[in-house]
């Protein structure tokens, strides 16, 4: 069975950072691409990020370039992002999402990130 | 970026009658390789998303056939034939076929 399983959400200031983890099971994570959505409270989904299998090629919203960073280690099944110069506005739940072809296939139960002072 | 414009926002239906869910978006979304990368995906209360169809209405596991997708070029349509309770939820459009993938607002189901 495929599960996905955030960590590393929490409280942090405006102007911090924090890094997000997800670790896989069920399935072979070196063969998918990974993306980052968001759901900011009450809001729509949003994709922040995504990753090519092998890591080499990487996408950013607008709004991300420059302080986030997609990564991962295939080797741990695990997805990261790291999130820099955090802004009140990136309040959300982060899901870990595996792609199928042109889809979202699977999803994580999502971290939630509050930036406040 | 293709913008996936949803109607209406709210939907209360009466448990077993249908419910019918629009999705538009500003362009095409056949790809040059000839398929529409369009999905649906359900959120239920304070769970993930879960994805319902892809490539319009290719059904994902699971997912119950009182459910079907309609539509073709630019305007889609998900139905629910007889809704159920555990049908209430927000339902979303999403497009892959360009870059960035892009959501619609989304629909919520309620029962009256």
């Known amino acids: 069975e495929v599960h996905l399983v955030e960590s590393g959400g929490g409280l942090v200031q405006p102007g911090g950072s924090l890094r997000l983890s997800c670790t896989v099971s069920g399935f072979i994570f070196r063969d998918y691409w990974m993306t980052w959505v968001r759901q900011a409270p009450g809001k729509g989904l949003e994709l922040m990020a995504n990753?090519?299998?092998?890591?080499?090629?990487?996408y950013y919203v607008d709004s991300a370039k420059g302080r986030f960073t997609i990564s991962r280690d295939n080797a741990k099944n695990s997805l990261f992002l790291q999130m820099n110069s955090l802004r009140v506005e990136d309040t959300a739940v982060y899901y870990c999402?595996?792609?199928?072809?042109?889809?979202?296939?699977?999803w994580g139960q999502g971290t939630l990130v509050t930036v406040s002072s | 970026d293709i913008v996936m414009t949803q109607t209406p926002l709210s939907s209360p239906v009466t448990l077993g009658q249908p419910a019918s869910l629009s999705c538009r978006s500003s362009?095409?979304?056949?790809?040059?390789?000839?398929?529409?990368?369009l999905s649906w995906l359900q959120q239920r209360p304070g769970q993930p998303p879960r994805l319902l169809f892809y490539k319009i209405s290719n059904r994902f596991s699971g997912v119950p056939d009182r459910f079907s997708v309609s539509g073709a070029g630019t305007d889609f349509t998900l139905r629910i034939s007889r809704v159920e309770a555990e049908d209430v939820g927000v339902y979303y459009c999403?497009?892959?076929?360009?870059?960035?993938?892009?959501f619609g607002q989304g629909t919520k189901v309620e029962i009256k």
């Open positions: 362009q095409s979304l056949v790809h040059s390789d000839g398929n529409t990368y």
């Open positions: 990753i090519s299998p092998d890591g080499s090629d990487k």
């Open positions: 999403m497009q892959g076929t360009q870059f960035p993938w892009t």
């Open positions: 999402v595996r792609h199928g072809p042109y889809r979202f296939e699977r």
